[in-house]
């Protein structure tokens, strides 16, 4: 594919009722991706395939009623949840220690922070 034919084609093509996407797991996080997946179950199904190095593939199923532009929309806001879901991993994995330790104070019967 030319630099060209990228910018001319649109990122993902409608075809039999589903869109291919593969997607790259240093960008996103696999978690990331099922929750996603989970989240837009109601719109579409996503086909997880199986890791191929850091890429994965990713084959959105619609209902046969939808239209393309429909499709392609869906798929436009499956990306931007993924993006918010991979934010929400970062955050957890940032904030894990500090979560751990709060919900220790909680159920502890002792003071664990030192208050001076």
């Known amino acids: 594919m030319t630099t060209k034919d990228t910018q001319t ?12 996407a593969v997607l790259d ?7 990331a991706i099922q929750k996603s997946a989970y989240r837009f179950a109601e719109r579409c199904t996503a086909v997880l395939g199986s890791p191929d190095a850091d ?8 209902p046969p009623a939808i239209t393309e532009q429909d499709a392609l929309e869906t798929v436009r806001l499956f990306f931007q949840e ?13 904030t894990r220690a500090l979560r751990a330790l709060i919900v220790a104070q909680a159920f502890s019967r002792t003071d664990l922070i030192r208050q001076d």
């Not at 084609?9 to 291919?20: E, L, N, W």
């Not at 797991?25 to 978690?31: E, F, H, T």
């Open 82 to 94: 993924l993006l918010d879901q991979e934010l929400r991993e970062q955050v957890g994995d940032e």
């Open 55 to 62: 890429r994965i593939p990713v084959r959105f199923a619609f």
């Open 9 to 20: 084609q649109p990122p993902f093509i409608f075809r039999d009722g589903a869109v291919q």
């Open 25 to 31: 797991l240093r960008v996103y996080r696999l978690a």
